[in-house]
């Protein structure tokens, strides 16, 4: 199994249109070739943090879904939302 997670801080007076993009983007996730799991989960510490995790059983389709997820995020657009640089990684 190959994880990847994600955390994103959202920018205030945004968290709901940023929760409505990671919520599509796990559903989109959840029709890809490999899927194992996917989390979204809102920080109880800082409410504005989400961490969210993918879980697929090849680096190959963890590959295949980033490059969908990417190009879903580019069509709506994700940016506006974050507050800095998200954080990635991935584990086996």
Known sequence: MII???IFTVKEGHEDEALKVFNEVKAMKEKQPGYKNAL??????????YLI??????????GAMRERARA???EHP?????EGEPIYDCFE
């Not at 994700?78 to 974050?82: A, F, N, R, S, V």
């Open 4 to 6: 990847e997670i994600a």
């Open 78 to 82: 994700l940016l506006p939302y974050l």
């Open 53 to 62: 995790t993918s879980e697929f059983d090849t680096w190959e389709n963890l």
């Open 72 to 74: 879903y995020i580019e």
């Open 40 to 49: 979204v989960k809102k920080s109880v510490m800082k409410p504005r943090s």
